[in-house]
């Protein structure tokens, strides 16, 4: 989606009817979505407050398994998202599909539930069911895991945020070199762990409590105030809340 498209959709008020195609208004206490992350916008609230909101497409979620006690020994809700070539899917994944009648996905998770939601699923979910924005109410706290943007191969300074030497008074090419990384004769050696230069970024990260500012029904969008780990278009996890 375009950043005008991102606009079009946060700017305006939350609709009040949902599509024909919306998704099946189903809340299971501990379940979460799959979603992309679509980027980022402000809205206004009625006080003319702006509010800086991260915009996660969630629409599509389909139930490719339901996990049980007697069959697996928990009990979990297995999700698909997003569509993968014909291709690009193994014979196994597509038998996995195929037996819950549902479009293979580019994103497969599952989400482990308590035991006593057992009963609640038995009666509203079952393979091929379509989740979305019904999941959740505006208001509601939520966790958003994601892959944080890459930065490659990236400096002490720039990846432990340490602090540099000042660029003047006699320094010459020191400003924004790590120092010493050893000790003395003994031990002799650069001791495991010592933060140094090397990858930066591309890591699985969470961000807590992030309240869900509106819900777009008829494009399947949530709008949460702050920003949420990845780029533009990254895949990403939304719970609820487990420290609200």
């Not at 379940?31 to 009625?46: A, D, S, W």
């Not at 030497?165 to 400003?175: I, K």
């Given at each position: 989606m375009a950043d005008a498209d991102v606009r079009g959709a946060a700017g305006g008020p939350a609709p009040e009817t949902t599509s024909a195609a919306a998704a099946a208004p189903v809340r299971i206490a501990g379940?979460?979505?799959?979603?992309?992350?679509?980027?980022?916008?402000?809205?206004?609230?009625?006080d003319g407050e702006s509010v800086a909101v991260t915009v996660l497409e969630v629409a599509?979620?389909?139930?490719?398994?339901?996990?049980?006690?007697?069959?697996?020994?928990?009990?979990?809700?297995?999700?698909?998202?997003?569509?993968?070539?014909?291709?690009?899917?193994s014979k196994a994944e597509a038998g996995h599909y195929a037996k819950a009648a549902v479009e293979a996905g580019s994103t497969l998770r599952e989400f482990r539930l308590d035991v006593s939601a057992a009963s609640q699923l038995a009666?509203?979910?079952?393979?091929?069911?379509?989740?979305?924005?019904?999941?959740?109410?505006?208001?509601?706290?939520?966790?958003?895991?994601?892959?944080?943007?890459g930065k490659g191969f990236s400096g002490a300074i720039k990846r432990h945020h340490f602090s540099s030497?000042?660029?003047?008074?006699?320094?010459?090419?020191?400003?924004n070199a790590p120092g010493s990384i050893g000790m003395r004769q003994d031990p002799g050696r650069v001791m495991p762990g010592k933060r140094m230069a090397g990858h930066l970024g591309d890591e699985q990260r969470t961000t807590h409590n992030l309240v869900i500012a509106r819900i777009d029904e008829q494009r399947q969008l949530l709008l949460v105030r702050g920003a949420v780990p990845g780029a533009r278009g990254g895949r990403v996890i939304v719970r609820p809340a487990v420290k609200a």
């Open positions: 379940l979460g979505l799959l979603g992309r992350k679509v980027g980022m916008t402000r809205i206004f609230g009625e599509d979620n389909r139930v490719t398994q339901i996990k049980t006690v007697a069959t697996d020994g928990y009990v979990a809700v297995q999700l698909a998202h997003g569509l993968r070539k014909r291709s690009r899917v009666g509203e979910l079952k393979p091929g069911t379509k989740l979305g924005v019904g999941q959740f109410e505006v208001g509601q706290k939520v966790d958003v895991t994601g892959v944080t943007i030497n000042r660029a003047s008074h006699g320094n010459s090419v020191s400003t």
